[in-house]
Structures are given as C-alpha cells and as structure tokens.
C-alpha cells in the first residue's frame, strides 16, 4: 500500500493535482510542477552526455530520471504534469549541448518509436513544451519549484 492505494504493475492515470504542486509560468504558460523541481539541476545534468544517447534516455525517458510525469516507484501517471516533462526535456537537451533543432528531430525519432499516443496534435504539444524549456535555459531563467 501506499499514499494512492496498492500499487499494481501498471502506470495508474492521475488526473488530479497533487498536493504540494506549484504552478511556474513561461512563455505565456502556466503548468503545474512537482514541490522540489529545480529545472536548473535538470539543465546542469545533461552536461556530458552529448552523443550519449542510451544515458539520455535514461534521464529524461519514459520513466527516466526527469520524466517528472512518472512516479515509477508508485506507478503513478500525472497527466497534469505533462507539459512540465516536456518543458524538462527541452532544458535537459539544452545543458546536453543539443540546437533546439536537433533536440526536436531527436525528440520526435524517439516519440515515433515509444510514444503510444504518438500523433499530430501530441507532436505539436511536444515541441511546444521541448522549446520552451530549451529556450528558459538558452536565456538563463530556470527556476525552482519551492513549496
């Protein structure tokens, strides 16, 4: 058992907010984020993984590291923290090195191949949400999620 009931070998969608989530604003957005992100760390993490394919997906993949929609170890899917993922994606692939186009064909190639709701109107939420990240930390206005 846990704080959402017992746990079972798949994802549970949440569509709730959780309790203790802030909201962060960015390009005319605002979108909900776990207590305790700090989109700067997730920016600083990429660094040295240029080329590095397998460990970036091992950080901000289905179930990564900052795939911060995932709670793998509830088994938890927080779809209002969707948006928040793919800003985290784009800041993370920034501190990797990667151009915003890059990041994009990249980020596409990998959602082709993994995403189960991969489609046009997702493609255009994805690069939405990968830029903006990409862009805050290109112009150095990361910030942290405190409670």
Same mark, same amino acid.
């Given at each position: /058992?846990?704080?959402?009931?017992? +746990?079972?070998?798949?994802?549970?969608?949440?569509?709730?907010?959780?309790?203790?989530?802030?909201?962060?604003?960015?390009?005319?957005?605002?979108?909900?984020?776990?207590?305790?992100?700090?989109?700067?760390?997730?920016?600083?993490?990429?660094?040295?993984?240029?080329?590095?394919?397998?460990?970036?997906?091992?950080?901000?993949?289905?179930?990564?590291?900052?795939?911060?929609?995932?709670?793998?170890?509830?088994?938890?899917?927080?779809?209002?923290?969707?948006?928040?993922?793919?800003?985290?994606?784009?800041? +993370?692939?920034?501190?990797?090195? +990667?151009?915003?186009?890059? /990041?994009? /064909?990249?980020?596409?190639?990998?959602?082709?191949?993994?995403?189960?709701?991969?489609?046009?109107?997702?493609?255009?939420?994805?690069?939405?949400?990968?830029?903006?990240?990409?862009?805050?930390?290109?112009?150095?206005?990361?910030?942290?999620?405190?409670?």
């Amino acid at each position: /058992m846990g704080p959402y009931g017992p +746990y079972s070998t798949r994802l549970s969608i949440r569509k709730d907010v959780p309790e203790g989530s802030c909201t962060c604003k960015y390009g005319g957005e605002t979108f909900f984020v776990p207590a305790g992100t700090d989109f700067k760390l997730i920016a600083e993490a990429g660094k040295g993984y240029w080329g590095d394919i397998d460990e970036i997906r091992r950080q901000i993949g289905q179930g990564g590291t900052y795939d911060l929609q995932r709670d793998m170890a509830h088994n938890q899917f927080f779809t209002v923290y969707t948006p928040t993922a793919n800003f985290a994606v784009g800041a +993370y692939m920034h501190g990797a090195g +990667y151009s915003l186009s890059t /990041m994009s /064909m990249l980020g596409l190639a990998y959602a082709l191949r993994n995403s189960s709701n991969f489609s046009s109107e997702q493609i255009g939420e994805w690069l939405k949400w990968w830029a903006m990240g990409w862009t805050a930390a290109e112009y150095g206005v990361l910030s942290i999620c405190k409670q």
